[in-house]
C-alpha cells in the first residue's frame, strides 16, 4: 500500500473538474489530429500533477515555523507588516516562497494559532518572483494569534499565470501546524511574516516542502544562517 501512496500521490478535489475539462480537450484534439491528441495526454498528465495533495509529517512542537508552501525561498527582508493587517509590529522578517507551476501548491499554516484576521486585496499579476508582488499582486493575508499574542502572518499571493487564490481558513478559527488551509493556481508566491528579533533558519535559493521544512525557531536566539551550494 505504501508503494502505492507514494506513487499515485492524491488529487485535491479542486483539480477534478480542471482534470476532466483537460481529458476533454484531448479527447477532441485527437479526433482531430493525432499529434495533438498526445499533446493533450501530456497537458493532463501536468494538470493531475499540478494539483497532487500528498500527505505530509509536520514536526510538533512549540514556536516551530513550518514552510506553507512548496518551492524556493526567493527573498529574505526586513519590512513592515501588510498594512490590511493592521499590525502593530514595526518591522517583521519576511521569508518569501516562490512556487513554480511544477511545486505542490496546496498552502499549510505555519505554526498552531488561531486565525484573527484574513484581508483579501484584488491587485495585478506580476511575476511572483518579483519583490514587488508583496504590495501590488492580488494577495489573501491572514494574522495568525498564538496562544501567548505572538503574531505572524502569511500572504498568499497571485502570480503570472495564477488568477485564482482560495482559502478555506475562516476568522476566529483555530488551526494547527501544517494543516491545510487554501491554495493558489497556477504558480505564485506565499510570504511568511516573522516577529521582529527572530532569524530565519532557512537561506536564499533553499528548497521548501510545505508542512515539512521548519522557516523559524521562536524559542531560540540566534542568528540568521547562511548557505551554499554543494
Known sequence: MEVLTSIFTPIHREGHRFI?????????????????????????CWCAYFFRDPARVTPERGGLVISPADGVVSAIAQVPPPVELDMSEPLMTRVSIFMNVFNCHVNRIPIDATVSKIA????LFFNA??????????RNALCLTMENGTRLAVVQIAGL??????????ENQTMQAGERFGMIRFGSR????????VAPLVVLGQTMIAGETII???????????????
Open 216 to 230: 523559524a525557531d521562536l524559542n531560540i536566539n540566534e542568528p540568521a544562517r547562511t548557505g551554499r551550494k554543494s
Open 190 to 197: 506565499v510570504d511568511v511574516y516573522l516577529p521582529e528579533g
Open 120 to 123: 483579501y486585496i484584488p491587485g
Open 20 to 44: 476532466a475539462i483537460f481529458a476533454a480537450v484531448t479527447l477532441l484534439l485527437f479526433l482531430i489530429y493525432d499529434p495533438l491528441g498526445w499533446a493533450g495526454v501530456i497537458l493532463s
Open 161 to 170: 499565470v495564477a488568477r485564482r487564490i482560495i482559502c478555506w481558513a475562516a
Open 129 to 138: 518572483s518579483l519583490d514587488k508582488a508583496s504590495e501590488d499582486n492580488e
